[in-house]
């Protein structure tokens, strides 16, 4: 059934066509130390003679084209369905096995208004696609549509189908609304992972509670009600900092909007004891040298089977976490208060986030070690003594985290994620978007070959505890030495939080001189056991997000990967089905399915597979 149209597809306008025929300027960073990126421009015509050398006009070429290439991973999509659109198969075929799903995804969809703003990638409205499996037919349904948050239906007038940014979010400084005074901050847009759990649709986002999506259709039914109040934790006697944040919450709650706890984007799901897993934290944490946060645990009904309170007395910023049998598992990204950038961010002058910075006062990463079930725990180690791992590493996300115990009571913990370096993360930089500009700069995100190991890639990070659980040994090292930029690492969903051979995850192998790094364009599969590394390109002036596992046997590779091509160069998009234990072979690719042109959509974040169809 052909989908009807509700909104036009929006060209890239973080940069016009004439601003681009001048050379990017360099975006400045607040670190100490700049690491080099590789240039990249939109050179002018009268730039290129007839005699230049070929070498030369050939990387011109490529620094133009890959300059647009980027921009068009972030085109603006205005455009909804109304009905399931049967997708074209143009490569392969659905195999027969193939189980029956829908494979959600979400991400940003709209970057510019109607009146001369943009936003950050992080702050764009959340487009929630699905592509529904049918396992009896063969056929690939696809539907798309914006998440109905308040923002969302404040920010877009259906009469007009026009659009007017009131929100200025967390990242970015609106141009064409209102700047100064602007207290529109926590912006909502449920962009950034997606969920079913509980017969429940959710779409999650780093700041408050998730939005319940009607499968069927995905039309917004509201928000969904995760968390409780404010802080619980019951002392009987208060800190400075506790002081400190009675004095913050009238003003982020009151003047800011901002709710009490904030439900991270990144949740868990412990397949053996089928339970959802689920972490907040405190809204004026962010401002404070100290962090609560509160674990949550669901069954397959959504009651609340487990929940446990931790107090650290560290200034932290979590984004993804880990957890075992026995632990929740807490990479400490450190940041610091900066009190310039927070005069500037509450007057409109500057994001919120410029009122943060990284803060790489330690050369080694502490680990937090939190008791999943106190009642239960063995041992007498100190909970708020973290885990120093030497190595200076902010963590972006976690394939998976495992225990293993010995005959002895002795432990080994090990966790595979991707980290990059607190000298080339910056809050106000990532994707290279230049809120000053409106521009999104791709050298930002591909530095020269000298820094690249500065940039997001695979490690495993393995901690030794004595039977009393004290830590006897920590290591970090590149998973399976593999070195190049990486990141979503993920593995077959069944096996979560147990030991694992495979690991997936997006790469680029650096083929392409002017977009080294980033964005994506192979998938690669790490054997942990036989240090095996296996890789999957998509193509020249081709990208990919993240992969999805979807399990079909008993096996830990036996199943599919799902991931999405953007095939920017001609502006489309195709859905692509891989055979996990052929990757690394010539026949890897299963099939390839194409969403129609005018569906074509911008990058998206994270996805979810659901065994259950519409």
Same mark, same amino acid.
């Given at each position: 059934?052909?989908?009807?149209?509700?909104?036009?597809?929006?060209?890239?306008?973080?940069?016009?066509?004439?601003? $681009?025929?001048?050379?990017?300027?360099?975006?400045?960073?607040?670190?100490?130390?700049?690491?080099?990126?590789?240039?990249?421009?939109?050179?002018?015509?009268?730039?290129?003679?007839?005699?230049?050398?070929?070498?030369?006009?050939?990387?011109?070429?490529?620094?133009?084209?890959?300059?647009?290439?980027?921009?068009?991973?972030?085109?603006?999509?205005?455009?909804?369905?109304?009905?399931?659109?049967?997708?074209?198969?143009?490569?392969?075929?659905?195999?027969?096995?193939?189980?029956?799903?829908?494979?959600?995804?979400?991400?940003?969809?709209?970057?510019?208004?109607?009146?001369?703003?943009?936003?950050?990638?992080?702050?764009?409205?959340?487009?929630?696609?699905?592509?529904?499996?049918?396992?009896?037919?063969?056929?690939?349904?696809?539907?798309?549509?914006?998440?109905?948050?308040?923002? /969302?239906?404040?920010?877009?007038?259906?009469?007009?189908?026009?659009?007017?940014?009131?929100?200025?979010?967390?990242?970015?400084?609106?141009?064409?609304?209102?700047?100064?005074?602007?207290?529109?901050?926590?912006?909502?847009? $449920?962009?950034?992972?997606?969920?079913?759990?509980?017969?429940?649709?959710?779409?999650?986002?780093?700041?408050?509670?998730?939005?319940?999506?009607?499968?069927?259709?995905?039309?917004?039914?509201? /928000?969904?009600?995760?968390?409780? +109040?404010?802080?619980?934790?019951?002392?009987?006697?208060?800190?400075?900092?506790?002081?400190?944040?009675?004095?913050?919450?009238?003003?982020?709650?009151?003047?800011?909007?901002?709710?009490?706890?904030?439900?991270?984007?990144?949740?868990?799901?412990?397949?053996?004891?089928?339970?959802?897993?689920?972490?907040?934290?405190?809204?004026?944490?962010?401002?404070?040298?100290?962090?609560?946060?509160?674990?949550?645990?669901?069954?397959?009904?959504?009651?609340?089977?487990?929940?446990?309170?931790?107090?650290?007395?560290?200034?932290?910023?979590?984004?993804?976490?880990?957890?075992?049998?026995?632990?929740?598992?807490?990479?400490?990204?450190?940041?610091?208060?900066?009190?310039?950038?927070?005069?500037?961010?509450?007057?409109?002058?500057?994001?919120?986030?410029?009122?943060?910075?990284?803060?790489?006062?330690?050369?080694?990463?502490?680990?937090?070690?939190?008791?999943?079930?106190?009642?239960?725990?063995? +041992?007498?180690?100190?909970?708020?003594?973290?885990?120093?791992?030497?190595?200076?590493?902010?963590?972006?996300?976690?394939?998976? $985290?495992?225990?293993?115990?010995?005959?002895?009571?002795?432990?080994?913990?090990?966790?595979?994620?991707?980290?990059? @370096?607190?000298?080339?993360?910056?809050? /106000?930089?990532?994707? +290279?978007?230049?809120?000053?500009?409106?521009?999104?700069?791709? @050298?930002?995100?591909?530095?020269?070959?000298?820094?690249? /190991?500065?940039?997001?890639?695979?490690?495993?990070?393995?901690?030794?505890?004595?039977?009393? +659980?004290?830590?006897?040994?920590?290591?970090?090292?590149?998973?399976?030495?593999?070195?190049?930029?990486?990141?979503?690492?993920?593995?077959?969903?069944?096996?979560?939080?147990?030991?694992?051979?495979?690991?997936?995850?997006?790469? @680029?192998?650096?083929?392409?001189? $002017?977009?080294?790094?980033?964005?994506?364009?192979?998938?690669?599969?790490?054997?942990?056991?036989?240090?095996?590394?296996?890789?999957? @390109?998509?193509?020249?002036?081709?990208?990919?997000?993240?992969?999805?596992?979807?399990?079909?046997?008993?096996?830990?590779?036996?199943?599919?990967?799902?991931?999405?091509?953007?095939?920017?160069?001609?502006?489309?998009?195709?859905?692509?089905?891989?055979?996990?234990?052929?990757?690394?072979?010539?026949?890897?690719?299963?099939?390839?399915?194409?969403?129609?042109?005018?569906?074509?959509?911008?990058?998206?974040?994270?996805?979810?597979?659901?065994?259950?169809?519409?």
């Amino acid at each position: 059934m052909q989908a009807v149209l509700l909104h036009k597809i929006s060209p890239p306008r973080f940069l016009s066509p004439l601003t $681009a025929l001048r050379p990017l300027q360099k975006v400045s960073t607040p670190q100490a130390k700049i690491p080099r990126a590789v240039s990249l421009t939109k050179p002018d015509n009268n730039q290129v003679s007839i005699s230049t050398p070929t070498t030369v006009q050939a990387e011109i070429d490529d620094s133009t084209a890959a300059f647009w290439d980027y921009q068009f991973l972030f085109v603006s999509q205005r455009s909804e369905t109304t009905a399931p659109i049967t997708l074209h198969l143009v490569d392969g075929a659905i195999p027969s096995d193939f189980p029956s799903g829908t494979y959600y995804l979400t991400g940003p969809g709209l970057f510019t208004d109607d009146h001369g703003s943009t936003v950050h990638p992080l702050d764009g409205h959340g487009y929630l696609r699905a592509f529904e499996f049918d396992g009896v037919t063969g056929e690939v349904k696809y539907m798309a549509k914006y998440v109905k948050t308040d923002a /969302q239906i404040e920010e877009h007038d259906p009469q007009t189908d026009t659009w007017r940014f009131t929100h200025r979010g967390p990242f970015s400084v609106l141009k064409g609304g209102k700047k100064f005074g602007n207290t529109k901050v926590m912006k909502n847009v $449920a962009n950034t992972s997606v969920l079913k759990w509980g017969r429940k649709l959710l779409c999650l986002w780093e700041g408050g509670d998730p939005y319940e999506i009607e499968s069927g259709t995905l039309d917004t039914i509201g /928000q969904f009600q995760m968390m409780d +109040g404010g802080d619980s934790l019951g002392k009987n006697s208060k800190d400075i900092w506790d002081v400190a944040a009675e004095m913050l919450k009238p003003i982020l709650y009151g003047v800011f909007k901002m709710p009490p706890k904030r439900l991270l984007s990144h949740y868990k799901l412990d397949a053996p004891r089928n339970r959802l897993l689920t972490v907040s934290c405190n809204a004026e944490d962010m401002l404070l040298p100290r962090s609560n946060f509160t674990f949550y645990e669901f069954d397959s009904n959504f009651k609340l089977l487990n929940k446990q309170e931790f107090n650290i007395l560290d200034h932290l910023m979590i984004h993804d976490w880990a957890f075992t049998d026995t632990h929740y598992i807490l990479f400490a990204n450190r940041v610091k208060l900066d009190v310039l950038g927070s005069m500037t961010a509450v007057s409109g002058l500057s994001p919120m986030i410029s009122a943060l910075s990284v803060n790489p006062s330690k050369p080694t990463s502490p680990v937090y070690l939190l008791p999943r079930f106190p009642n239960k725990s063995v +041992g007498v180690r100190d909970w708020r003594v973290p885990v120093e791992a030497p190595s200076q590493m902010w963590l972006l996300h976690v394939g998976n $985290a495992f225990e293993l115990k010995d005959v002895d009571g002795n432990t080994e913990i090990q966790i595979h994620a991707c980290s990059c @370096s607190y000298e080339w993360f910056n809050f /106000q930089n990532l994707f +290279g978007y230049n809120w000053q500009s409106g521009r999104l700069d791709p @050298s930002i995100m591909n530095l020269k070959e000298s820094e690249y /190991q500065l940039l997001p890639h695979l490690v495993q990070v393995s901690i030794s505890l004595d039977v009393d +659980g004290n830590c006897q040994k920590c290591t970090v090292e590149p998973l399976n030495q593999w070195k190049k930029s990486s990141d979503f690492p993920i593995i077959n969903p069944t096996y979560s939080g147990q030991k694992t051979t495979c690991i997936y995850a997006a790469t @680029s192998l650096g083929t392409r001189r $002017a977009l080294p790094h980033f964005p994506f364009d192979t998938v690669v599969k790490l054997n942990v056991l036989t240090k095996s590394v296996q890789t999957w @390109s998509v193509g020249t002036r081709r990208f990919i997000g993240e992969p999805i596992f979807v399990p079909k046997g008993v096996e830990e590779d036996d199943g599919y990967l799902l991931v999405i091509e953007y095939a920017v160069s001609i502006q489309r998009c195709y859905l692509i089905i891989l055979n996990p234990k052929k990757i690394g072979e010539g026949d890897a690719l299963v099939a390839r399915l194409e969403v129609p042109r005018h569906l074509n959509f911008p990058l998206g974040f994270h996805g979810f597979w659901d065994n259950n169809t519409w």
